[in-house]
């Protein structure tokens, strides 16, 4: 079996920051990209930011400059550190792990960004 975790998410105020941690651990292979999505209700699912093994990062464009996506291999963790946010930030980010033989889903964790 495979977990995947989210945490960190909460309430921040606008213009604050906030940090979100994904831990991936069970029965994986050697895991690959690890990415971050976000969902608000009634909207489809957005690509955030990902990262591969060796430490390439690629982000929306609408994101770039306030979102930095890192991962610490050993500890199988993706952090998602997130500066400047907005009310527009709102939403459940999750995290999609790949590994060599599958890819996985957090149940997410809420973010919130409001006064």
């Known amino acids: 079996q495979v977990q995947i975790m989210e945490s960190g998410g909460g309430l921040v105020q606008p213009g604050g920051s906030l940090r979100v941690s994904c831990a991936a651990s069970?029965?994986?292979?050697?895991?690959?990209?690890m990415e971050w999505y976000r969902q608000t209700p009634g909207s489809w699912r957005e690509w955030v930011a990902s990262?591969?093994?060796?430490?390439?990062?690629n982000y929306a464009d609408s994101l770039k400059g306030r979102f930095t996506i890192s991962r610490d291999n050993p500890k199988n963790t993706v952090y998602l550190q997130m500066n400047n946010l907005k009310p527009e930030d709102t939403a459940v980010y999750s995290c999609?792990?790949?590994?060599?033989?599958?890819?996985?889903w957090g149940q997410g964790t809420q973010v919130t960004v409001s006064s």
């Open positions: 999609h792990v790949y590994d060599d033989r599958a890819d996985y």
């Open positions: 990262i591969t093994r060796g430490g390439k990062s």
């Open positions: 069970g029965s994986l292979f050697r895991i690959g990209d």
